[in-house]
C-alpha cells in the first residue's frame, strides 16, 4: 500500500468539512466519533508541518538561506 505526501492545504480543507459534518446534527454517533478522531490527526500533522515552516522561515530570516538547515535534515 503506497502512503499518500502529506498536503496541507488539502488537510485543511478535509478539516472544514469535518467541522461541517460534526455540526450536522444527523450525523450519527460512531461516525462523529470517526471523523473527530480523523480530524484530530490531521490538526498533529498541520501542527507539525507549521512548526517544520516556522524553523525554516526563522533560519531565512536569521541566515538569508535555508541550506544550512535543510543539510541538517
Do not use: H, Y
Given at each position: 500500500?503506497?502512503?499518500?505526501?502529506?498536503?496541507?492545504?488539502?488537510?485543511?480543507?478535509?478539516?472544514?468539512?469535518?467541522?461541517?459534518?460534526?455540526?450536522?446534527?444527523?450525523?450519527?454517533?460512531?461516525?462523529?466519533?470517526?471523523?473527530?478522531?480523523?480530524g484530530?490527526?490531521?490538526?498533529?500533522?498541520?501542527?507539525?508541518k507549521?512548526?517544520?515552516?516556522?524553523?525554516?522561515?526563522?533560519?531565512?530570516?536569521?541566515?538569508?538561506?535555508?541550506?544550512?538547515?535543510?543539510?541538517?535534515?
Amino acid at each position: 500500500m503506497e502512503k499518500k505526501e502529506f498536503n496541507f492545504e488539502n488537510s485543511i480543507t478535509r478539516l472544514d468539512e469535518i467541522v461541517k459534518l460534526l455540526e450536522d446534527s444527523k450525523t450519527p454517533l460512531d461516525e462523529s466519533l470517526k471523523l473527530f478522531e480523523e480530524g484530530i490527526s490531521l490538526v498533529r500533522k498541520c501542527e507539525l508541518k507549521l512548526k517544520d515552516v516556522e524553523q525554516k522561515a526563522t533560519k531565512i530570516l536569521e541566515n538569508g538561506s535555508i541550506s544550512d538547515f535543510e543539510a541538517k535534515e
